[in-house]
T-cell receptor, first 109, second 117 residues
Framework: AQRVTQPEKLLSVFKGAPVELKCNYS??????LFWYVQYSRQRLQLLLR??SRESIKGFTADLNKGETSFHLKKPFAQEEDSAMYYC???????????FGKGTMLLVSP | GAVVSQHPSRVICKSGTSVKIECRSL??????MFWYRQFPKQSLMLMAT?????????EQGVEKDKFLINHASLTLSTLTVTSAHPEDSSFYIC?????????????FGPGTRLLVL
């Protein structure tokens, strides 16, 4: 069975500092990886997915199959980035998602 | 686009009663909907996958007779918690996958807070 690990429950940084939210996974096949974000009092929403290789709101994430990681990065954090971030994995051939436990990002002024 | 609604947003019921939660895709058709349960400060746990016109697929450990799922149309799935007990109190979230859209993008509802007294 697949597993997604987000080792940090809380990450607190100052505005303008770089941010890296860690995500590691275990899966024997070729997965699709996603980052979902939940802002305060809002629903969960897709931030980005590895197959798109895109930058959303300044965030990027690279799938490293050797290290089985999909860390989320942003060079300069903003206060509005404060939210709960979930890493998720979709097994090949399935439509379901397995979520990590989430990391709360707090960006202070 | 791609808005998912849930109703009710919160519900309080007595132990032993049944509660129905609706999940609707408002502006798209969803062949697949998912039901999650989220405990305080914990991640989303997938309960079941609901496919329009067929039986739901339940995750291991989820009682299908306890959590009845119906996906009768391309825009509506319902979750009925039967004979609810206090331990069923939780935050239930649905999501929907747009028909014809591949990959793992899911559109989430706002969630339903269930409290069983």
């Amino acid at each position: 069975a697949q597993r997604v690990t987000q080792p940090e429950k809380l990450l607190s940084v100052f505005k303008g500092a770089p941010v890296e939210l860690k995500c590691n996974y275990s899966y024997s096949g070729s997965p699709e990886l996603f980052w979902y974000v939940q802002y305060s009092r809002q629903r969960l929403q897709l931030l980005l997915r590895h197959i798109s290789r895109e930058s959303i709101k300044g965030f990027t994430a690279d799938l490293n199959k050797g290290e089985t990681s999909f860390h989320l990065k942003k060079p300069f954090a903003q206060e509005e980035d404060s939210a709960m971030y979930y890493c998720a994995l979709k097994p090949s051939g399935y439509s379901t998602l397995t979520f990590g436990k989430g990391t709360m990002l707090l960006v202070s002024p | 686009g791609a808005v998912v609604s849930q109703h009710p947003s919160r519900v309080i019921c007595k132990s032993g009663t049944s509660v129905k939660i609706e999940c609707r895709s408002l502006d798209f058709q969803a062949t697949t909907m998912f039901w999650y349960r989220q405990f305080p400060k914990q991640s989303l746990m997938l309960m079941a996958t609901s496919n329009e016109g067929s039986k739901a697929t339940y995750e291991q450990g989820v009682e299908k007779d306890k959590f009845l799922i119906n996906h009768a149309s391309l825009t509506l799935s319902t979750l009925t918690v039967t004979s609810a007990h206090p331990e069923d109190s939780s935050f239930y979230i649905c999501s929907a996958k747009r028909a014809g859209q591949g990959g793992g993008t899911q559109y989430f509802g706002p969630g339903t807070r269930l409290l069983v007294l």
